[in-house]
């Protein structure tokens, strides 16, 4: 997070966003547009999507380095 984006943690990126997440359910009922919009404004990516990609790589390489 610290490397693409502002925030220190999923968690404190969230409460920046001004949606109100105590579940999943809850973060999975944000709009889609307004939480890519989001995204955009305050990180290094386009939208969410791409974000995830990011994210996934990142595991992975961190995996195989451990490997």
């Known amino acids: 997070m610290q490397s693409y984006t502002q925030f220190s943690s999923f968690e404190s990126m969230l409460q920046a966003s001004g949606f109100s997440v105590e ?3 809850d973060f999975l009922a944000i709009p ?3 939480w890519d919009e989001f995204i955009s404004q305050r990180t290094q990516f386009s939208n969410w999507q791409e ?3 990011a994210a996934a790589a990142e595991l992975m390489n961190k995996k ?3 490997s």
């Open 32 to 34: 889609e547009t307004e």
């Open 23 to 25: 579940s999943a359910e």
């Open 64 to 66: 195989v380095e451990f």
């Open 51 to 53: 974000m995830q990609k």
